[in-house]
């Protein structure tokens, strides 16, 4: 009988003393009880001389002592934030103390083991990393998995507005990709992806963007391994108001309160149809240069030879499309999806309209959200909480269709 894997957990934490005593709780009431967490409490260093700055260190401290006193064989804490301790002016942010974690854990770790991603700010039911270890044993061929996620409400209107906001835009954006089949139709959750210790390895591990640090993991590994993207195991975020990373849920909720969605629209799904198109033609251009709806964006992307070295690599049109995918990965969708935003004039609610009315046209949701009446910045949390479940459950059904993201 396999034995079963040893769970690895990375935790970057930054100012989270009140949220400890949760998460704690959380990861010890595990039915699983073959894991190891390593916390891994990070600043810059220079912010204990910056008064405006001071508060969070402290706070750091408190959870350095916090976690001191709970370290055993199954918590370990890497300090990255007294005096001394802290990141200096070239390598800081979530995504340094992301990848600390991690490397410590992939050096411990077995080839049999995983490696799982958390977050101080959320939640885990108790069978989560149960859930982990039979998603993996469950699915050999995948050697990475962006996890299921769900924000709870908190009660408080603005939170909840902006986070619900915030989530119809990913729910769109992943059911779109997922409607067109495409290979990097992952969402990235730093509290909720995972993979196995040899995935991580070959992969060269984490790469420390100061934020985004796992949108750019998932994509890597998505280069390497198949994904899986319907699991079990689910993560519960906080929604919170945070300006603690460059982009993510809390600035994305801080600027959404502010009125500024301008960075998350909801893009006309004729767009992403624009993707679908490009792709599925990619091995027509190992033969020569084809009209494609992504070209022009191509070609000021990389210049006007983009495909000339992908042909002199390959040795048929299999080879040059595979290549092709690796080029044209998730970032470089997501630009093109804004570059050619600018170039169209439709609403965020019509084209949210336009997009259920395509494919969803008998569905109640639509008598709620007319487009000559639905407005995002008037709408009842009542009402965004309808479209974000809308959303979350079709876009459940297409993860429960794809599986895998080979």
Sequence with gaps: ?????????????????????????????????????????????????????????????LTLKMLHQEADDQVQVID?????NGWDARHQGVGWARKTAMDEAAQQAGTADL???????????PDFLQDVADDFSEN????????????????????????????????YYALNMLRIQNPYAFTAIGSAMACTSAAYRAVGGITPHRSGEDFYFIQKLRKYTPVLIHTTAAAMPAARFSDRVLFGTGPAMIRGDAGDWNSYPIYSHHLFD??????????????????????????????????????????????FARAALQKVDALRILQFMRWRHTQRHSSNEQNLFDFLLAFYPGDAILKDIHSKKFNFSTASVEQLNQIRDFLTTNEKLWRQKTKLLR
């Design 115 to 125: 490696l799982q991603t958390m977050d101080g700010d959320t939640l885990y039911h």
């Design 140 to 171: 050999t061929q995948a050697g990475a998995a962006a996890q299921w996620y769900y924000h709870p409400l908190t009660g408080q209107q603005a939170a909840d507005r902006a986070v619900l906001r915030y989530e119809i835009y990913m729910r």
């Design 80 to 84: 990255r934030c007294s005096p001394g």
């Design 274 to 319: 624009e993707v679908k198109a490009t792709f599925d033609r990619f091995s027509e251009l190992f033969a020569g240069d084809v009209e494609l709806p992504m070209t022009n964006f191509l070609v000021e992307k990389f210049g006007d030879n983009l495909w000339h070295s992908l042909r002199q690599n390959n040795r048929d049109a299999k080879g």
């Design 1 to 61: 009988m396999k034995a079963a894997p040893k769970i690895l957990l990375a935790i970057p934490l930054m100012d989270e003393s009140e949220q400890i005593p949760a998460l704690l709780r959380s990861i010890r009431q595990q039915s699983y009880t073959n894991y190891k967490a390593i916390f891994c409490v990070n600043q810059p260093d220079q912010w204990w001389s910056d008064a405006k700055r001071r508060p969070i260190c402290e706070s750091n401290m």
